[in-house]
């Protein structure tokens, strides 16, 4: 009961009001972040043009962990304000293939003094920024035409309790770049119904979704 719960309340903040969040031409950086092409190509092939409430609890979950660190942090107030000066920021490039005009759009977790803040949630923090990661806030940086981000990691001490992280970053054009081609790449094979060879190691997205 609990986890069935928990899933509607994350399908809810991850898929928004979208009735069916996700469509072949319109891809997500955080999505196109992920090192496997073929995990991003099962991603749309198998739930493009459904509602949220047909995709699975475990697949919601998966994709939507952390969540409720991003409430967390969103939600901080410094005397009874808001600390952050937006939050939850829409970030949308086109891009101009031959065959038309494909979409990326994201949400920037929070801006503060003209920063942009990616927000992850792992379980052990990283002692530099993750590539996957800095991928996400290249686009959102670009797309807001903004110059500095910060990656900010939740993550735990050896002996419990929770640590931030901070990594400062600039925008980097070449970073932001590999996300479109990424993102061309996927919608090409999408088109002509190719799926690209699993990437990992033990192939594991050749006979799983994600």
Known sequence: MIQRLLADYCRKKYFGNNERPVQIGVYRPSVLSWSCLRKQWNYYKNFHNKAPEEIPDDVVLLLSGGIVFHRL???LKDNGRSYW????????VEVQLPSGVILIVGHADAL???KVYEFKHVRTLPSKPRFEHILQLNFYLKALNSVEGVLLYA???EGGGIIIREFPWRLSPWHFQHLVNRAEMLHIMLMNDTPPQCSCSDKRHEYQIL
């Open 73 to 75: 942090l969103q939600s």
């Open 112 to 114: 503060k003094n003209g």
């Open 155 to 157: 993550g735990y001490a």
């Open 85 to 92: 000066d937006k939050v939850e920021v829409e970030c949308k």
